[in-house]
């Protein structure tokens, strides 16, 4: 299984973007995606997560500026991300945990800066 982050790059404070997170196979075998944040010297932490039947969570940094879907045709989840701050700046990472062995697989991570 892979997973294939893209989407991250420079906005202005108060933009948008959209990250994406595509698998290699179908993402009904995973019965979590989550889309995870790390900065320098900081641990990785959560910022938003979905699971196989549409549950969300989010952190509460992010609330209700960010928005994690699906697109199970595509086999990728994405990540909107509108409102931003210059403390989303970050280097965004997706998960996906699969259903039967519960073994988490992670993309590579795309960067996203919030910077004017």
């Known amino acids: 299984v892979q997973l294939q982050a893209s989407g991250g790059g420079l906005v202005q404070p108060g933009g948008s973007l959209r990250v994406s997170c595509a698998a290699s196979g179908s993402i009904f075998s995973f019965n979590f995606m989550g889309w995870y944040r790390q900065v320098p010297g900081k641990q990785r932490e959560l910022v938003a997560g979905?699971?196989?039947?549409?549950?969300?969570n989010y952190a509460d940094s992010v609330k209700g500026r960010f928005t994690i879907s699906r697109d199970n045709a595509k086999n990728t989840v994405y990540l909107q991300m509108n409102i931003l701050k210059p403390e989303d700046t970050a280097v965004y990472y997706c998960k996906a945990v699969a259903a039967i062995s519960s073994r988490p697989y992670w993309g590579q991570g795309t960067q996203v800066t919030v910077s004017s």
């Open positions: 979905i699971t196989s039947g549409g549950s969300t």
